[in-house]
């Protein structure tokens, strides 16, 4: 197992204990404190903990090598865990949703004051989650590490929603005590929101999508100073977990012999797996200049 693996993993470990721990605390605050919306955060961080622990099993798979069966690995895994996530995401919005509802049709008490506290506790621990996750997320390359850090994010906002509503009921009085209910409704159509944003690159992921044209530039110009390489041609990059493969055109001088045309695939090959560590492979196609 990777460096990177070993990393998004610790992540994971990370988000789950921090989660299973402010669902509790959410949760016990929420029932004493008269508000449905820390309750609804409490759902929200319960349903985060089986996500994380969704992601951890993917990372896990999808460090496996490859193998007879899987002979580009099993980096798939990871945005198949990913789609897993955004469904817990959707459950819980749904959920949330629907309670929310039903708390503003029956009357109940204002929240407690102390709610607040808990709350902005909460929104500045959560945020410290996203950032941490999120940029272990980038440093690994890992979808569903950024899927769990924006599980971060949206609990961080559905807390600060939470805490909006219950300072309007408790500031405005009578009349608003269903503020808090307003405001985990407003959250779980932010949750959804997150939900799409997360699913769309993984999703792209799967269907080996065209994304990466940044890093097809840098091939392509790393590719070309290779000597013996007169241009480059085709180029598609996939993404499978945390790792890429490439595929790539070159075109060389049509006199010289197929061991020197080998020769030259190599270098190139291996000038890119030395600029790109995330890249897992290079298959490369030559082609002589005066094919066309």
Not at 200 to 224: N, Q, T
Not at 242 to 263: F, P, Q, R, W
Request: hydrophobic letters at 45%; aromatic letters at 10%; charged letters at 20%.
């Amino acid at each position: 197992m990777d460096q990177n693996t070993n990393e998004a993993i610790k992540a994971s470990w990370l988000s789950i204990i921090g989660n299973a721990l402010l669902a509790i605390a959410k949760f016990i605050t929420g029932v004493f404190g008269n508000s449905y919306a820390l309750i609804a955060d409490a759902i929200e961080s319960t349903t985060d903990v089986f996500s994380s622990f969704l992601v951890l099993l993917g990372l896990k798979y999808s460090s496996r090598p490859p193998d007879k069966n899987h002979p580009y690995g099993h980096g798939k895994a990871e945005p198949l865990m990913t789609f897993a996530v955004v469904g817990f995401l959707v459950v819980s919005a749904t959920v949330i949703a629907y309670e929310s509802i039903e708390h503003i049709r029956t009357p109940h008490k204002v929240p407690e004051p102390y709610t607040l506290i808990v709350l902005a506790v909460i929104i500045i621990i959560k945020e410290y989650f996203y950032r941490k996750v999120s940029k272990k997320g980038n440093e690994t390359n890992s979808t569903s590490l950024k899927a769990d850090a924006w599980h971060h994010r949206s609990d961080a906002i559905t807390s600060l929603m939470a805490f909006i509503g219950i300072s309007i009921a408790l500031f405005m009085g009578k009349g608003y005590e269903t503020a808090d209910d307003w405001a985990a409704l407003f959250a779980s159509g932010f949750i959804l929101y997150n939900a799409y944003l997360i699913l769309r690159p993984a999703l792209g992921e799967v269907m080996d999508e065209h994304m990466y044209d940044d890093m097809i530039a840098e091939i392509r110009e790393i590719s070309g100073g290779v000597p013996g390489v007169l241009d480059t041609e085709k180029c598609y990059v996939r993404k499978t977990g945390m790792t890429y493969h490439v595929d790539l055109h070159i075109t060389v001088n049509a006199e010289i012999s197929v061991k020197k045309g080998h020769d030259i695939a190599h270098n190139v090959k291996n000038e890119l797996l030395a600029h790109f560590p995330e890249i897992f492979d290079v298959l490369i196609h030559v082609e002589p200049d005066d094919f066309y």
